[in-house]
């Protein structure tokens, strides 16, 4: 008798899971599921944001990604691809350009940001006018000097496109393109982008140690940089105004533009130091072209105004040594790994 | 042994019933609630590229016309609902003339008013990438402050002073202190009960007057601002205007 309860509750319990099961999901058959990936974190990084909550990180998510990241046919002009202006060698920001290239021959009006950690970051751009990863490619997708394309026209291209249709059908289920669709791909391929194996990450997890030069700079990079662009980010993620005299061709008021309040006035998001030997140009409209132009900015040039930082509205005291020392720290934050990484180089 | 059997069973329902009733708040079979959203301007049907006079006496002219519906409840006493479509987002396009007429299954009910929301609630903007009649593809989506447009009225006016005399109000705004999400009641007419039926369609006509965008809670003249394309304090003198839009024309049963 004991059995014959075992047996029924076990059939019970599968007529309840079946049910369930046709309640939830669709029918899916035949498809094979896409194999789960998981975002790499560093050992001395906190836990990273819950990025991939309704968007579970797949081998096959990442991959329409990426190749949707090096696709010049998003844009307008079928050319202007997001690495068009997030270049890999440049730690995904623009090399040698204060303002990237959009379509035909058109300047954006901010400095290109590297793209890496993004899974730390809650919001996006100088302004932090964007409050999600998925939906940060429908900006430059859309703006018309980026590259000017409609949402609607994106899709119908990738639907068009049989190789795509294919690739969306093996990350979702089916082959149908659409903007969500394609924007939780490209957050996977975004998100997956972890930058924490510097020279800096060796020494913090004891494999290697600073020369003396690099010591130096990092005692002094804690003491005068560390409070904003805070470890092991290298920014604690804030919106700062650090005494740039206006640019009068552009008023760029910065966080401003998305609160409105005259307080956060010339505001612009603290940018992480990692990989910072190789994203120059420099600042929110990549005013500076070295290390070295941004470091005598706080030392010799800040100008004081309403909402200039407490911390640099006095300058910043560092010494022509100390800022040496402070160079040779800074390099030690480039993680060569990352920006030679092949999981996010062009595909094919 | 008996018992156990119950137990199993018991269980089993329950198991089904959880998984398969998701507004297992409300009670009663769901039949079919359709609102006909009819838009209009100085007591007529709208028309694009046709001239009106708002209420402030400025002729104006229309090229687009926009708003998103949720949570189209059903009500008996303020303010709890007795049937709610809690996930329901709809696009009504006054060129579009199928997107103004939208259909739900709710829960039947005695109710006497119906409630729905004009905007997207704040955490559908902050959520990452949307589907549906929230697919920024509709262009009710800022893409430079992520956040949705929940309504949006282009035209023009010889008295705007924007670009070839054109207008172009882009409303919305999910933050603290910027809300533009407005709940619209519209109380029915008396009648001994209003229940929703199997057998016919409760069809809801409802006037969108646009003549009150310009003139209700708040005077805004075309001559004084011809364009707003971000939340904010002006959003939200727009929105409490468009609080103000609805009327409900007749109910039919079909």
Not at chain 1, 169 to 197: C, H, I, W, Y
Not at chain 2, 37 to 53: D, H, R, T, V, W
Not at chain 2, 140 to 149: D, E, L, Q
């Amino acid at each position: 008798m004991r059995r014959f309860i075992t047996i029924w509750f076990l059939v019970m319990l599968a007529a309840g899971s079946f049910i369930i099961d046709s309640c939830n999901k669709n029918d899916k058959s035949g498809i094979q599921s896409p194999s789960i990936l998981h975002i790499e974190v560093p050992a001395n990084f906190p836990a990273p944001n819950d990025l991939f909550k309704d968007n579970p990180l797949t081998t096959e998510g990442f991959a329409l990604g990426r190749k949707l990241f090096y696709d010049g046919r998003l844009a307008k002009d079928g050319i202007a691809s997001c690495a068009s202006c997030h270049q890999q060698f440049a730690a995904f920001s623009t090399f040698d350009h204060a303002f990237s290239h959009g379509i035909d021959n058109q300047f954006t009006t901010r400095n290109a940001p590297g793209i890496f950690n993004m899974a730390w970051h809650k919001e996006l751009h100088w302004d932090g006018g964007i409050n999600h990863l998925e939906v940060q490619p429908l900006a430059p997708l859309t703006a018309p000097n980026e590259m000017g394309e409609t949402v609607e026209n994106v899709i119908k291209k990738l639907n068009s496109d049989t190789r795509y249709r294919d690739m969306f059908k093996a990350a979702f289920g089916d082959e149908n393109a659409t903007s969500q669709r394609m924007l939780k791909a490209l957050a996977q391929f975004m998100g997956m982008m972890v930058s924490g194996n510097s020279k800096y990450d060796q020494v913090m997890l004891g494999k290697t140690t600073f020369t003396l030069a690099e010591q130096s700079g990092y005692t002094i990079f804690k003491a005068k940089c560390g409070t904003c662009h805070k470890e092991p980010l290298f920014t604690d993620l804030s919106y700062r105004n650090t005494g740039m005299p206006i640019n009068t061709g552009l008023k760029d008021l910065g966080r401003m533009r998305i609160t409105r309040l005259s307080e956060d006035s010339l505001k612009f998001k603290v940018p992480s130091l990692r990989n910072v030997q190789v994203t120059a140009p420099y600042g929110h409209d990549g005013r500076f072209f070295s290390i070295g132009a941004v470091i005598d900015h706080y030392r010799l040039f800040v100008q004081d105004g309403p909402t200039v930082d407490p911390l640099v509205k006095k300058k910043i005291s560092i010494s022509l040594n100390e800022k040496a020392d402070l160079v040779q720290f800074l390099n030690t934050l480039t993680d060569t790994a990352f920006i030679k990484d092949k999981r996010f180089s062009q595909p094919e | 042994m008996k018992t156990t059997h119950l137990l199993v069973l018991f269980f089993a329902i329950t198991t089904f019933t959880i998984s398969c009733q998701k507004e297992k708040s409300f009670e009663g079979e769901a039949y079919t609630l359709r609102l006909n959203f009819q838009p209009s301007a100085n007591g007529e049907p709208l028309q694009f590229n046709k001239e009106y006079i708002n209420p402030i006496g400025e002729d104006y002219k229309v090229t687009a016309f926009k708003f998103y519906v949720s949570k189209i409840s059903l009500l008996q006493e303020l303010p709890t609902p007795v049937a709610r479509k809690e996930d329901g987002f709809f696009l009504v396009d006054a060129a579009n003339p199928a997107s103004q007429i939208i259909e739900v299954q709710l829960n039947s009910n005695p109710f006497n008013r119906l409630m729905f929301q004009v905007g997207i609630d704040s955490i559908y903007n902050v959520s990452g990438a949307q589907t549906g009649a929230l697919d920024p593809l509709n262009g009710m989506f800022w893409t430079w402050n992520s956040g949705y447009i929940n309504a949006k009225l282009e035209g023009s006016s010889s008295l705007s002073r924007g670009l070839n005399n054109t207008f172009t109000y882009h409303i919305g705004g999910f933050r603290e202190g910027e809300k533009t999400q407005r709940e619209i009641v519209l109380p029915l007419p008396n009648q001994p009960e209003w229940v929703l039926e199997k057998t016919n369609v409760t069809e809801m006509v409802i006037d969108v007057n646009l003549d009150k965008w310009f003139r209700s809670a708040n005077d805004l003249p075309i001559s004084s601002i011809s364009e707003n394309m971000s939340p904010g304090p002006v959003s939200v003198r727009y929105a409490d205007n468009y609080a103000n839009l609805f009327t409900l024309n007749t109910v039919v049963r079909r």
